[in-house]
């Protein structure tokens, strides 16, 4: 039973502001107690004082001032001096220290005495008394510039919360609450489930707890407080969060709460997926979401293992984990005390918030850093033994030409990050037919099939919980010499996808060593894309070199490393025998295949990456900070002292000369390459460039760094997206006097271009489907023209030579009308429509051979057969069709897919009404309501964005945006559900592309 009435709660008293003094709690007329106020001169002279009374809502009355002797001492009755409907109040008198006294009013009694405090902290600690003889109360003021809900929290002592209260809702700024913790008359805690309490909230508190005997309270006594946490937590307007003071600890665990605040169950759907758990989710566990689980333990860590990582984290990251942890579980608790906080996916499920633990932390960062690794556990070797096993059975003769043409070493031509270098000094071959056949005793196709499928399914899993990361982004630094206000200017756009709610969250720290501001995931205890005082950075996926497949013998005991035990479908347990060998886990058992891993526990490492990326000051510091990071990203960079630079971070062993197109051991006889992970490439690395920018949209690296062992879609040739920001940042630099809006602009014009899925090849063109020609971004006319226009003047007639003049003068961009137009029509361009179902159609006949296997590497293969002069060229002719009554050669190929491209597209405009929208869906409320819960027309755009023009003192503007809003939650009861606030605070400025301004770094806290 909780203790009422006001005996108890008007005893109590309270504090104010960063440094501000504050007296304690002033007892009301009629509550039971009397309050006499001390004052004390500590200075031999004279000395004036001042005492401002606030009632309890926290208005200000009026001030009473005076002057006390030298080492005088002189006391009041509070409600005398102060006025009767004084609650609390500050005190300014130098050499001056102020008491208070409570003593029941009426009776025997002996009085407590409380000196005046300046302890203001957002979390307060003390221990409860024996509740069946004495009571606890506290007072607390807001000290803040906010309103704020304030909690209380017991802890059991281990650390972890038992239980949570709201004790006050929007306690206004310098207003007071009471609350009596416990008392022979009951409490509203379990005494017996811990005696450690903490009263926190997002704003400074002062904190005062009485304890008295009982009954009658003859005695009163301080409960000692301390506070244990400073960090500050404000919101602006669309709910982005700033927190600011206290030490690497408190802003850490305030970032924990902070997100946890607002994306609980996000965040839950994230550690499942991260700990091989989703298929204890009650309604939503199937034999997919199983299959997933399994998988993730199979490449993933032992919860030991985990624990292991953790304990052997460097300092800041520990802190950063812990203290991250202790964040969400405050706010655990707070959804556990109020079901109206609690998240609707909770309820809907029947579910449970479990208390967060460290290893779950960690276990999201791996499955994030693994989810931006293009190449999905090696999968690309495996595609491309199965590739090569069916040309070299189809095609015996062929096939090793026709493999060298389709997965090649290294093509000069392809768009760099670096600026490239002549190709005479390509020391790395350009393309090779593979030293060997395929062992005979494999079925490599099925294998492939086998874990494509296994892929699929992981990817169905994660989309259909809202949990698939895209992989992909866009970014560019223009260097301060271009610029008109001579600073330089980044630009970042990560592509992760477009799920409910977003991604990415918003925020800024300004204490515990940290100043930054940025975006990042729910779950990872960091700033991911920032912008620091001294510097700003992008992130976009890179290409490091960091896995291999290893065919293996058939595993046996020695290489079982655990078991594994999981709850399936029905409720019932599921075990599976986990097995490593020397090259890594086994991702298949028969055959058996392991996966060799140059990040494998070096991906922990780039938690102390968060932190020393954000307190680098100077850009080598930048750069070693980027040697921690276990996952290979290209970053683009900008400092204060005016230096632009390029890394891409990843871990490239250093491997023996060797074929790493295929797993090790598919080629029969031919030795197994073996290697250290240890050892290491140095990171690849660029700074200040001559031609005023670096930029890109996930290609190569630098000119003379081979292809790794991904898939054929990402064998680097001259047709790449990144062609388009590589185009538009060069015309802008030479220009000079690059303006911000320009390279802010250059993500809109880019995102216009579409990404282009990959065309089926043995799918006939679909004219209400358009995919996109060639399958990639960009627009791959200038590339092709000349052979295409030669095509076509060898055999011209009018409508050929209508198509020809409508591509030259396209502006390159599907949306019809250009950038400037995106946001407002429904059309496609006639000419990207006309190019679309063009290029499909010549890539269908000139690859039939191989129209069994979907991949935008056809394009390049295209292109290097067009004798366009590129260093590459074809060694099989992929013109000619075993089919006689198909064309036979490079112009008839073109010309006659050209015609059946126009007979398709019938009579113009082609491109009305073929738009489309991005849809935001939420798997529960969009099945409810039967419509996605927000929308926007189509582009190729970036999930998270903000550019960045860096001064001499730090950043002088930045501009932000991410979709939908800072907030994840919805609210409500089986059918009846409400949006957050801020659940779709970001859409103004993310649906028409606009972007917002971020606040700069407060002048007096940059350093």
């Given at each position: 039973m909780r203790l009422t009435g006001l005996l108890y709660l008007c005893i109590l008293m309270s504090p104010l502001a960063a440094q501000v003094r504050i007296i304690p709690h002033l007892t009301s007329a009629d509550g039971g107690f009397e309050t006499t106020v001390i004052l004390e001169n500590q200075s031999a002279d004279d000395r004036e004082w001042r005492l401002t009374p606030y009632d309890a809502a926290g208005s200000a009355l009026d001030p009473v001032t005076g002057t006390l002797a030298g080492r005088a001492t002189t006391s009041m009755s509070a409600a005398e001096l102060l006025g009767a409907t004084a609650s609390h109040a500050t005190i300014t008198g130098e050499d001056l220290t102020v008491s208070v006294a409570y003593v029941i009013a009426t009776g025997d009694g002996s009085p407590a005495h409380v000196t005046e405090?300046?302890?203001?902290?957002?979390?307060?600690?003390?221990?409860?008394?024996?509740?069946?003889?004495?009571?606890?109360?506290?007072?607390?003021?807001?000290?803040?510039?906010?309103?704020?809900?304030?909690?209380?929290?017991?802890?059991?002592?281990?650390?972890?919360?038992?239980?949570?209260?709201?004790?006050?809702?929007?306690l206004a700024p310098m207003a007071k609450a009471l609350y009596v913790l416990g008392s022979p008359d009951g409490s509203e805690f379990d005494a017996d489930a811990g005696f450690v309490y903490e009263v926190y909230a997002t704003v400074p508190l002062a904190v005062t707890a009485l304890r008295g005997n009982l009954p009658?309270?003859?005695?009163?006594?301080?409960?000692?407080?301390?506070?244990?946490?400073?960090?500050?937590?404000?919101?602006?307007?669309?709910?982005?969060?700033?927190?600011?003071?206290?030490?690497?600890?408190?802003?850490?665990?305030?970032?924990?709460?902070?997100?946890?605040?607002?994306?609980?169950?996000?965040?839950?759907?994230?550690?499942?997926?991260?700990?091989?758990?989703?298929?204890?989710?009650?309604?939503?566990?199937?034999?997919?979401?199983?299959?997933?689980?399994?998988?993730?333990?199979?490449?993933?860590?032992?919860?030991?293992?985990?624990?292991?990582?953790?304990?052997?984290?460097?300092?800041?990251?520990?802190?950063?984990?812990?203290?991250?942890?202790?964040?969400?579980?405050?706010?655990?608790?707070?959804?556990?005390?109020?079901?109206?906080?609690?998240p609707i996916e909770f309820k809907a499920l029947g579910l449970a918030v479990e208390p967060w633990r460290e290893i779950d932390v960690l276990s999201i960062i791996i499955a994030m850093l693994r989810s931006f690794d293009q190449q999905d556990y090696g999968s690309g070797q495996m595609e491309n033994a199965a590739l090569l096993q069916q040309l070299q059975t189809q095609f015996p003769d062929q096939a090793g030409d026709m493999f060298a043409d389709l997965r090649w070493f290294n093509d000069p031509d392809a768009p760099t990050m670096i600026p490239a270098d002549s190709p005479a000094k390509m020391t790395t071959p350009l393309s090779t037919a593979p030293a060997g056949r395929l062992r005979s005793d494999v079925d490599f196709v099925a294998l492939h099939h086998y874990l494509e499928d296994r892929h699929v399914s992981r990817e169905q899993v994660q989309k259909s919980l809202n949990a698939k990361i895209k992989m992909g982004s866009y970014a560019w630094v223009v260097a301060g010499d271009r610029t008109e206000s001579g600073n330089p200017i980044l630009y970042s756009g990560p592509q992760m996808g477009f799920m409910t709610p977003s991604i990415v969250i918003e925020g800024s720290i300004n204490g515990g060593g940290l100043q930054i501001s940025g975006g990042t995931v729910p779950g990872i205890p960091g700033i991911l894309i920032g912008r620091t005082p001294h510097h700003s950075w992008s992130m976009q996926v890179g290409h490091a070199n960091s896995m291999d497949l290893y065919m293996e013998e058939t595993p046996t005991e020695n290489e079982l490393h655990r078991t594994e035990t999981f709850i399936g479908p029905n409720g019932e347990e599921e075990t599976l025998n986990i097995y490593r060998t020397?090259?890594?886990?086994?991702?298949?058992?028969?055959?058996?295949?392991?996966?060799?891993?140059?990040?494998?526990?070096?991906?922990?490492?780039t938690i102390q990456a968060f932190f020393d990326m954000a307190t680098a000051q100077n850009m080598d510091a930048f750069g070693a900070a980027l040697e921690r990071v276990g996952v290979s990203q290209h970053f683009c960079y900008a400092d204060r002292e005016g230096n632009?630079?390029?890394?891409?971070?990843?871990?490239?062993?250093?491997?023996?000369?060797?074929?790493?197109?295929?797993?090790?051991?598919?080629?029969?006889?031919?030795?197994?390459?073996?290697?250290?992970?240890?050892?290491?490439?140095?990171?690849?690395?660029?700074?200040?460039?001559?031609?005023?920018?670096?930029?890109?949209?996930?290609?190569?690296?630098?000119?003379?760094?081979?292809?790794?062992?991904?898939?054929?879609?990402?064998?680097?040739?001259?047709?790449?997206?990144?062609?388009?920001?590589?185009?538009?940042?060069?015309?802008?630099?030479?220009?000079?006097?690059?303006?911000?809006?320009?390279?802010r602009g250059v993500a809109l014009a880019i995102a216009s271009t579409e990404?282009?899925?990959?065309?089926?090849?043995?799918?006939?063109?679909?004219?209400?489907?358009?995919?996109?020609?060639?399958?990639?971004?960009?627009?791959?006319?200038?590339?092709?023209?000349?052979?295409?226009?030669?095509?076509?003047?060898?055999?011209?007639?009018?409508?050929?030579?209508?198509?020809?003049?409508?591509?030259?003068?396209?502006?390159?961009?599907?949306?019809?009308?250009?950038?400037?137009?995106?946001?407002?029509?429904?059309?496609?361009?006639?000419?990207?429509?006309?190019?679309?179902s063009w290029i499909r159609g010549v890539l269908n006949l000139t690859f039939e051979e191989v129209n069994n296997i979907d991949n935008p590497v056809y394009m390049n293969v295209l292109i290097h057969g067009l004798d366009t002069g590129t260093a590459l060229q074809n060694s099989y002719d992929w013109f000619t069709n075993a089919d006689p009554n198909a064309p036979q050669t490079r112009n008839a190929v073109i010309v006659q897919a050209l015609d059946d491209a126009l007979a398709a597209l019938g009579e113009q405009p082609w491109g009305q009404g073929l738009r489309g929208t991005l849809q935001f869906d939420h798997p529960l409320l969009s099945l409810l309501t039967g419509a996605p819960l927000h929308q926007v027309p189509f582009s190729n755009r970036s999930t998270y964005a903000h550019c960045i023009e860096v001064g001499e003192t730090g950043p002088v503007r930045i501009d932000s945006m991410f979709p939908l809003g800072e907030s994840g939650n919805i609210y409500g009861e089986g059918l009846t559900f409400e949006l957050d606030t801020h659940f779709l605070s970001m859409t103004p400025f993310f649906d028409d592309f606009s972007h917002r301004s971020f606040p700069l770094f407060t002048p007096a806290k940059q350093q």
């Open positions: 405090t300046s302890d203001h902290a957002t979390r307060h600690r003390f221990f409860s008394g024996d509740w069946s003889t004495v009571f606890d109360g506290f007072a607390v003021v807001n000290t803040g510039a906010e309103a704020a809900d304030v909690w209380v929290a017991q802890k059991a002592s281990d650390g972890t919360i038992t239980q949570s209260l709201r004790i006050a809702t929007e009658g309270a003859t005695y009163l006594w301080a409960n000692q407080t301390r506070g244990i946490g400073t960090a500050e937590s404000t919101r602006d307007g669309q709910g982005v969060w700033f927190i600011e003071n206290g030490s690497l600890y408190d802003v850490i665990e305030m970032m924990g709460y902070n997100v946890a605040s607002d994306r609980l169950w996000q965040m839950e759907t994230f550690r499942r997926l991260g700990l091989g758990r989703l298929s204890e989710l009650p309604l939503i566990s199937n034999e997919e979401t199983l299959a997933q689980d399994k998988f993730t333990r199979m490449v993933g860590y032992s919860e030991a293992e985990y624990w292991q990582a953790f304990e052997d984290l460097e300092p800041e990251a520990k802190t950063m984990v812990r203290a991250y942890t202790e964040g969400v579980n405050r706010r655990r608790a707070e959804a556990m005390a109020d079901p109206n906080l609690m020397e090259h890594g886990p086994l991702i298949s058992l028969e055959p058996a295949v392991a996966w060799k891993y140059a990040h494998w526990d070096f991906e922990f490492r632009i630079a390029y890394w891409m971070s990843g871990r490239n062993p250093v491997r023996p000369e060797g074929d790493y197109r295929l797993p090790q051991g598919a080629l029969a006889g031919v030795p197994v390459l073996e290697y250290d992970s240890a050892v290491t490439h140095p990171l690849v690395h660029d700074r200040n460039t001559a031609q005023g920018f670096y930029g890109g949209w996930n290609n190569k690296a630098r000119q003379d760094v081979p292809n790794s062992n991904v898939d054929g879609g990402r064998y680097y040739g001259p047709y790449h997206r990144a062609i388009e920001v590589e185009n538009h940042l060069r015309e802008l630099v030479n220009r000079g006097d690059v303006q911000f809006e320009e390279v990404q282009h899925v990959a065309p089926s090849l043995a799918v006939p063109f679909n004219a209400e489907t358009p995919l996109g020609p060639g399958g990639d971004g960009g627009n791959p006319w200038p590339l092709i023209r000349d052979a295409f226009t030669a095509a076509v003047a060898a055999e011209p007639s009018d409508a050929r030579n209508d198509a020809i003049d409508l591509l030259n003068a396209w502006d390159g961009y599907f949306v019809e009308g250009g950038p400037s137009s995106w946001a407002l029509g429904a059309d496609r361009a006639d000419a990207w429509m006309l190019l679309d």
